[in-house]
């Protein structure tokens, strides 16, 4: 993510430190995003989009399109769809039941890879 986001800001012909101050994000947390040091918020993230002036669907992949969306919903009702207790439901995605209850609550977000294990539930 963070090379398209470089690419797109060279393309909008801002510098770092410009994109720094138009999004009053410091310009440390740019330059690690765009060298894929530190993965950030979605609203770090939203905020370089906004100033950038670009379709978020050019940056974010499916991984963060699914967490930006309503997910705790989608995990719930694929977990109900198949009959499974929120226990049942960590078992076979390998995760503690705790996890699931924060997922549902949307108080954390499933990890890349746990999301690609959801996606394979879905098809």
């Not at 978020?56 to 992949?61: M, R």
């Not at 997910?71 to 996890?99: A, C, M, P």
Request: aromatic content about 8%.
């Amino acid at each position: 993510m963070g090379s398209r986001l470089r690419y797109m800001r060279k393309k909008a012909k801002l510098t770092q430190k410009q994109l720094a101050d138009l999004t009053d994000i410091d310009i440390c947390t740019i330059k690690r995003i765009e060298s894929d040091k530190v993965i950030s918020t979605l609203t770090i993230y939203d905020k370089i989009i906004a100033a950038l002036g670009i379709d978020p669907a050019l940056i974010y992949n499916d991984y963060y399109k699914f967490i930006s969306s309503d997910y705790s919903s989608v995990i719930k009702r694929l977990r109900k769809d198949r009959q499974l207790t929120q226990k049942q439901f960590g078992e076979l995605l390998n995760v503690h039941l705790k996890t699931i209850l924060r997922w549902e609550k949307g108080t954390a977000a499933p990890s890349e890879d746990h999301y690609e294990k959801l996606k394979k539930l879905i098809l």
